[in-house]
């Protein structure tokens, strides 16, 4: 069991402290450590930093195209509200996959850093994107996002050293919003 106290001062600064045991601690996040007389923590060491793992790369990768594709079934529906939410499960991995790119030291952070750690040109993508994640204009977000996505692709498909069926899917899913560059997302393309 986690035991999780939030310290809030009168300047809203705030320290989370954690009680864990061997068991429950979940590596990642830098820690320091201030008294382990019998070097208990010798072995989570290790275990600190915020850097995707190779695999975790191409888990974000595959569901950046996983939930491309899953949007555009549902923009076909006409299932607005579900479709927002596909878009904003695309921005997670994408942001991840992003920081991968340009600060992978703190890709795990995802979102929380986007701002602080990626070029200012595709924080203003990723803002634009946001902007129009929206039940109104989620067609117009999926399109900046293929968009986003095809000028990074060549970067993306290279860190996996193979034309492998995962990057043929992602490539298919982005086409599927860049072909008609410049003119409204059409759901139709779905059928």
């Given at each position: 069991m ?16 954690f ?5 429950t601690?979940?590596g990642g ?14 072995g ?7 850097t995707?793992?190779?695999?975790e790369y ?8 996983w ?10 529906r006409?299932n607005d509200?579900?479709?927002?939410k596909?878009?904003?499960?695309v921005?997670?991995h994408l ?8 600060a ?5 952070l995802?979102?929380k850093?986007?701002?602080?750690s ?6 203003s993508?990723l803002?634009?994107?946001?902007e129009f994640i ?7 977000a999926?399109?900046?996002i293929g968009q ?9 498909r ?10 043929r899917?992602m490539k ?10 410049g003119?409204?997302y059409d759901?139709?393309?779905?059928n």
């Amino acid at each position: 069991m986690l035991h999780q106290i939030i310290a809030v001062f009168d300047d809203l600064l705030h320290i989370d402290l954690f009680t864990v045991t061997k068991e429950t601690f979940v590596g990642g996040d830098h820690f320091k450590v201030l008294y382990d007389p019998h070097h208990l923590m010798a072995g989570f060491i290790e275990t600190q930093g915020l850097t995707l793992t190779e695999q975790e790369y191409r888990d974000d990768v595959l569901d950046v195209g996983w939930f491309l594709y899953q949007y555009r079934q549902s923009a076909a529906r006409g299932n607005d509200i579900w479709s927002v939410k596909m878009l904003t499960n695309v921005v997670h991995h994408l942001g991840r996959v992003l920081l991968y790119r340009y600060a992978p030291e703190r890709a795990k952070l995802g979102l929380k850093t986007i701002e602080r750690s990626l070029p200012d040109e595709v924080v203003s993508d990723l803002k634009g994107i946001l902007e129009f994640i929206t039940p109104g204009g989620h067609s117009q977000a999926a399109l900046r996002i293929g968009q986003l996505v095809e000028r990074e692709y060549e970067w993306i498909r290279l860190q996996w050293d193979e034309d492998s069926e995962g990057m043929r899917f992602m490539k298919r899913m982005v086409e599927m919003y860049t072909k008609s560059q410049g003119q409204r997302y059409d759901t139709g393309l779905c059928n």
